[in-house]
């Protein structure tokens, strides 16, 4: 089983099994990803459409390719969501001055 603790299922073909890439396994950097707003209220929302990622057959991955590929899938979501923030209500990311 790959790191992270996702949950393995069966796929139609007995010998390969599917896993599920899960928030849970880039909790740290999800967090992160989706930090826009003080109340934190945009992690849940990640979880949501996420879920539904997931639900959709998105998220799944027999090898680390496709690992990696729905990794990016989740944090391309997180750059969507961050520059529709900057879009819509002009909240933007901003880098502290060193």
Same mark, same amino acid.
């Given at each position: ?43 849940q929302w ?12 998105f998220a ?10 729905a990794a990016?899938? /989740?944090?391309? #979501? %997180?750059?969507?969501? &961050? =520059? /529709?923030?900057? #879009? %819509?209500?002009?909240? &933007? =990311?901003?880098?502290?001055? %060193?």
């Amino acid at each position: 089983m790959p790191a992270g603790g996702e949950n393995p299922t069966l796929s139609t073909d007995s010998r390969k099994k599917i896993f599920v890439f899960l928030i849970a396994q880039v909790k740290g950097a999800a967090q992160g990803a989706f930090n826009v707003w003080v109340d934190g209220g945009e992690l849940q929302w990640a979880k949501e459409v996420w879920d539904r990622t997931v639900a959709a057959g998105f998220a799944n991955y027999s090898n680390e390719i496709e690992r990696h590929r729905a990794a990016v899938l /989740f944090f391309g #979501l %997180a750059g969507l969501y &961050r =520059d /529709f923030c900057s #879009l %819509a209500w002009e909240e &933007r =990311d901003t880098i502290p001055p %060193a």
